[in-house]
């Protein structure tokens, strides 16, 4: 007999959504992390990042109205606050109420039905890796020799930059510039890419790349960071421009080149679980190459968002405790939380031409045709969407004021297939930012 039904090593999204969802099946759950429950979400990742941004889109707004002076001291206290006021939720002291036991320390398998923290072995019928991820350091020549921020300690800086180089265009890289920016610290944003956040809808990436530059970030695309180096408080960074070598300088330097799954030290290769260095190889449910061994969130991947990790865990349990012989349908969604959002599910335009020649049809509306977003001033963006031809949505982006919130009833035509049209002949409050989804329906193909 084991002691525990499911032992979890690691606390962050994946972990915590694997613990609640083994607990409502009424199972015995043990949940293992080095530090303190959160993981990357609370600590260093979404809540911190999410509460700059708030705070710099009430500077941003009352700054139109009234000279604003910003006390970095402050705002950054305040993220720290505002950290600590989330991770309440999450206290062990919540998780023991709920009937989960947590351990603190350094957790590794051991075998397929047991771990090891410290001296101590601990027996279960199910394991859950939920290891996370690390900011990738690039090797760039100087590196080692600089001081550097990461997603890991810039939210523990005690006043904000003067100025501030960020390498990397992809979310991290731009919600903290924007952020940083419109709380007076003057960016520049280095992208490797011809524009930022490159994997998105191109011309939305491209409207929100122009709003950032009338903010006055300074942006360099097509622009591979090559050296750094650290002088009297100032920190230089040489980039390669088409061939071209320039030298930029600023107080502080953050990167923000993507992520590594921490797959190290835990065990696997004693196992035999796969991985790659992309992260842990799974199946349609979440079980690595070993049984009764699953793997869930930033170490599996391939979509490195807390709510992804939360499905996987779902999807883990279920298999693991329901018998389950058919996977939920995943159709993953996301938003750069930027002004505006930018939003996403499934296909962009260019992968819907890859998958399907011309057979799609594509909608699009401005935000300036809607008479919220007008009396808002808020009409910069624009909402697309993409059907197959027998009208199901195949993907759809949307930037622009609460577009990730406006993604919601999207996703849930497009998860349980819904024709887009239908959509039409829904009542939306006027004046609201919904109603650009009826005037998109309008135009939908029956
Ligand atoms: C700046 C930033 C902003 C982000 N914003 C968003 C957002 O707005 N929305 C969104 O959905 N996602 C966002 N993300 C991504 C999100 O944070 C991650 O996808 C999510 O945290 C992954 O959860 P996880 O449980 O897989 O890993 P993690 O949160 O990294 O948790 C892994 C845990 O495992 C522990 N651990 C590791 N090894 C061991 C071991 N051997 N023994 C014991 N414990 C161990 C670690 O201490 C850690 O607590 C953001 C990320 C960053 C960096
Ligand atoms: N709102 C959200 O949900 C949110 C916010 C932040 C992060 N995240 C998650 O975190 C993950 C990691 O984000 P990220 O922004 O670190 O990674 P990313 O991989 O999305 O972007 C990294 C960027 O750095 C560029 N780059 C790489 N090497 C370079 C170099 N030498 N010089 C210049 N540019 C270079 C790449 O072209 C790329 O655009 C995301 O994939 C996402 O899943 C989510």
Redesign the pocket.
Known sequence: MFTYDVAI?????????TAMEAISMGKKVVL???????????????????ALIQLADEIHAAKKYANIEVDGKQIMSKVRQLIEKAHQAEAVEQLQAAGIEYIQ????INDQHSIR?AHETITAEKIVI??????LIPSIKGINQVNYL???N??QLEDLPNNLIVVGGG??GV??TQAFQRLGVQVKLVEMADRILFREEKGLAQQLQGTLEEEGVQLYTSAKALEVKQANCTTTLTIDRNDVLEHIEAEQILF?LG?KP?IK??GLDDLGIRYTNKGIEVNEYNETSVRNIYA?????GP???????GFQAKQAMRHAFLEMHTPIEQHPA????THPELARTGMTENEAREKFQDKFNVYTVSYSELDRAVVDQKTTGEAKIICDQDGFIIGASILGERACELLGELQLMKTFHIPFHKLKDTIHPYPSYSEILTQLSNAAVE
């Open positions: 090593i690691g606390a962050g999204a994946g972990g915590l959504n293992v992390d080095k530090y303190k429950p959160g993981g990357e979400c609370t600590w260093a990742g979404c809540i911190p990042s999410k320390g350094d957790a590794k923290v939920a290891t996370g991820s690390r900011a990461t997603n890991e810039v939210f979310p991290i919600e903290l923000a992520r921490n030290k835990i869930v969130g930033d170490v599996v979509y490195l968002f807390s709510h992804m990790a996301w938003c750069t939380f």
